[in-house]
């Protein structure tokens, strides 16, 4: 997935994270109209096209809020407009919390399935049952060089919670049963994914 900033790959690791969101495109397409009827032609690519689970569409755009200047304003506007004509939502986003973008970074290097062993998922899963520190509920499980990685990936896929704009990850986050929609917005993936490998 392409990105041209920093601010961009936070934003790109926020959408992976969000159990609702199905697809990214990345510079999806380009609007050119002519400005007031004169003979300059404005050109736009908005950053990212986000679909959602349940069918909504989301364009976005992607400035830190003191890098916008009139110009930009202007076009992010128009394109507000377009995408509303055809029922998508529109949004420009600026740069992400830093606490929120270090605790998906330290998260994202452990999205992939193959850090998961079930054994430990499901021990886990049980022992947060209850709200506790992180490092006390993953000592309850076992060697925490094997339980954590597995952690954090449940973090990641939201099987598990935590704060994570309220400060850092560390031994003393209080880890507790994710939302029961994340939940659900997970398991329904997962049986998606498995209908279509067959």
Known sequence: MGYESWVELS?????DAEPEVIGVASQPFRLSWRYAGGRRRIRHTPDYFVRRRDG??????VRPDEWVEPED?????ATAVACARVGWGYERVGVIDSVLAANLRWLSGYRHPRV???????????????PQGLLAGVRAVGDPIAVLPVLFHLLWRRELAVD???????AATVVHPAPVAAREVESNADASAASVAG
């Open 56 to 61: 909504r569409a989301v364009v976005l755009d």
């Open 11 to 15: 934003h790109l690791m926020r959408l």
């Open 164 to 170: 994570l704009v309220g400060e850092r990850l560390s």
């Open 73 to 77: 304003a202007a076009k992010f506007a």
């Open 116 to 130: 998961r062993r079930e054994p430990v998922a499901e021990s886990l899963r049980t022992v947060f049952a209850q």
